[in-house]
């Protein structure tokens, strides 16, 4: 509790908000609810289909601006700059490879869920594979990681952010953001998530564009950077340890596979699986693609979000590094009792990286417009999970337990669900603020990698391997979870010591990297899966049409049906330029690598 009593007291003392400030805050929020109401009666929102497929008619430029947004939460803004702080660029990876995953998910993984009709990814499954356990698994696996990872720490995230700049109490702007938030996801459905996404990722982009601009001034330009991080020592450190020296490989994209904070082995191949576990297998993001209104308009969208996915490295990570730069003694802490004092925290305080530079460079006006934005960030990815989540509960658990639901009741039981979620996930806070909140970001990635790469292996198995089936499927799961689930028992059981400690913890934490641990998990969830479809009887033919890569039902452009030979023509047209940017966007991707390698 003493902790808590110190971080208000100290921020307290920084910049607070200005009357401009929350005239801004009060008018975003406003024109935000506009946006959903205005989007909601355009929808139909009270068809199952409507509300949670926004009627199968998105263009591609909210879908990108939206796949965008519901990746990019407060979390990640926060999440991000802060293990920029504590690790220098590596961290840029983690959306850098975002490129690759997003174009298998539009060339790949798209035409055969469009091919198999469905609405969400369990029921993906339980087409192709047959049965209800894995689709029952999958469904509360979704439901269990949307409350551990995404719900609580962009709630922890945005509370802290509100916390820091407000100076309001942290579980009264938690609460507060919560109610904003489902009041627009259960009135309006998915049509009024994914404008205001488009609203939200505009509003961000720009403000982070200024926040950049202003703190490369501070420190004098992009060339001074590395030196300016390399100085970056808080006043106070802890003797005859290294842990308060700023990393010597900080701006480096790929580190020694052996002693490196991010492998560039595990970066590659680790980070691989586990993205497209994100990207391609998970409801939040498949639904946005899904309601596209043709292939090309999921395409375009997936390259647009791509390009949007380049700019975390400048507009997110760096600006972490500037913070540490100017603010060392906070933002850059290793005395436990100093970082209690910046912000509540013993293990280290890289989080407040942004709200910092947010709170300090930012102009009146501005300052709020950033901190509208933040909120909004928070309420951009928990409007898209509470949707997405209470379409998998409705769908794949509800339908199950009562078949003869009508659509009255399903949408009932849909906009409950979401209640339910947010009671849990306040209830989850507290643990996660006494947890290691050392690095929000690296939580998140550690917990996903102990969980996702069975689901990554039984995905791409399903959809390359006829032969894979059912019984080879589900035990390739269980296997995964049982392997998985162990390690994520015993990090939780032994969190990181703080600097100057003795890492006393089992060796398959200290010893085994957990992106490299998600390469070892793919490939034992995998082979499960291949012995256990080899050892049982092959899937009918009737089984697999229409649901593998190599039996996808031929999908005839808009046009071909009718003989209309212009629409055709142009369906082709748009297919031959969302090609050519696909390439055009990996050669930019392989630059930056380059680049920064």
């Not at 110190?6 to 908000?17: K, N």
């Not at 949007?308 to 003694?329: C, E, N, Q, T």
């Amino acid at each position: 509790m003493a902790g808590d009593n110190s971080t208000s007291d100290t921020h307290a003392l920084g910049p607070q908000l200005s009357v401009a400030d929350i005239v801004i805050i009060t008018v975003y929020f406003a024109l935000n609810l506009v946006v959903g109401v205005w989007s909601s009666c355009r929808a139909s929102r009270n068809t199952v289909r409507g509300y949670f497929l926004a009627g199968r008619d998105m263009t591609w430029w909210p879908i990108g601006a939206s796949l965008f947004a519901s990746s990019e939460g407060s979390g990640l803004f926060i999440g991000l700059a802060g293990s920029g702080a504590a690790g220098g660029l590596a961290v840029a990876g983690f959306e850098w490879n975002a490129t690759y995953v997003l174009l298998a998910l539009a060339w790949v993984f798209v035409p055969i869920y469009v091919s198999s009709e469905i609405v969400t990814m369990p029921e993906y499954i339980q087409k192709r594979f047959g049965g209800q356990r894995i689709r029952m698994y999958l469904s509360v696996l979704s439901l269990l990681l949307s409350v551990f990872t995404k719900i609580s720490i962009d709630l922890y995230a945005g509370a802290l952010f509100v916390h820091i700049c407000l100076g309001w109490n942290f579980y009264l702007s938690t609460i507060l953001m919560l109610i904003i938030t489902a009041l627009y996801t259960i009135a309006g459905g998915l049509a009024a998530v994914i404008y205001t996404d488009a609203l939200q990722t505009l509003i961000m982009v720009v403000g982070a564009v200024i926040l950049t601009v202003k703190a490369f001034n501070q420190i004098g330009g992009y060339e001074q950077l590395a030196a300016a991080y390399a100085r970056a020592i808080p006043s106070r450190t802890v003797p005859n340890t290294s842990c308060h020296l700023p990393r010597a490989d900080a701006m480096h994209m790929f580190r020694d596979p052996y002693t490196g904070d991010l492998p560039w082995t595990g970066m590659t191949f680790g980070l691989t699986i586990m993205a497209t576990w994100y990207w391609c297998t998970d409801q939040v993001i498949v639904q946005r693609s899904l309601s596209a209104r043709d292939l090309n308009h999921a395409k375009a969208g997936s390259v647009l979000a791509s390009y949007l996915k380049m700019l975390p490295m400048g507009l997110m990570v760096m600006p972490g590094m500037i913070s540490r730069a100017l603010f060392p003694d906070d933002v850059g802490c290793v005395v436990p009792s100093e970082c209690l004092r910046a912000c509540g925290a013993e293990i280290g305080c890289s989080n407040i990286a942004y709200p910092k530079l947010v709170m300090e460079l930012m102009p009146i006006g501005l300052r709020g417009l950033m901190v509208a934005v933040m909120m909004a960030a928070l309420m951009s990815s928990l409007t898209s999970i509470f949707n997405s989540s209470s379409t998998l509960f409705t769908m794949d658990i509800w339908r199950r337990l009562r078949p003869r639901a009508g659509e009255w009741e399903l949408l009932l039981v849909g906009r409950l669900v979401i209640v339910v979620l947010i009671g849990v996930s306040v209830a989850w806070i507290p643990v996660l603020q006494g947890s290691n909140s050392g690095q929000l970001f690296i939580y998140m990635q550690s917990v996903t990698s102990s969980l996702a790469p069975p689901v990554t292996a039984v995905f791409i198995l399903g959809i390359f391997w006829q032969r894979a089936n059912e019984q080879g499927a589900f035990w390739g799961l269980m296997a995964g979870l049982a392997v998985g689930a162990t390690r994520l028992v015993l990090e939780f059981l032994h969190p990181a010591l703080p600097c100057g400690h003795a890492d006393t913890r089992p060796a398959i934490l200290s010893g085994f990297h957990y992106l490299h641990f998600a390469v070892a998990l793919f490939t034992l969830s995998g082979a499960v899966v291949v012995v256990g479809s080899l050892l049982t009887p092959a899937p009918q033919r009737t089984q697999i049409q229409n649901l593998t890569w190599w039996t996808l039902a031929q999908d005839l452009p808009p046009g071909a049906k009718t003989g209309d030979v212009q629409a055709a023509q142009k369906h082709a047209f748009w297919a031959r330029v969302c090609g050519f940017n696909a390439i055009l966007l990996m050669c930019v991707n392989i630059f930056f690598y380059a680049y920064f390698a």
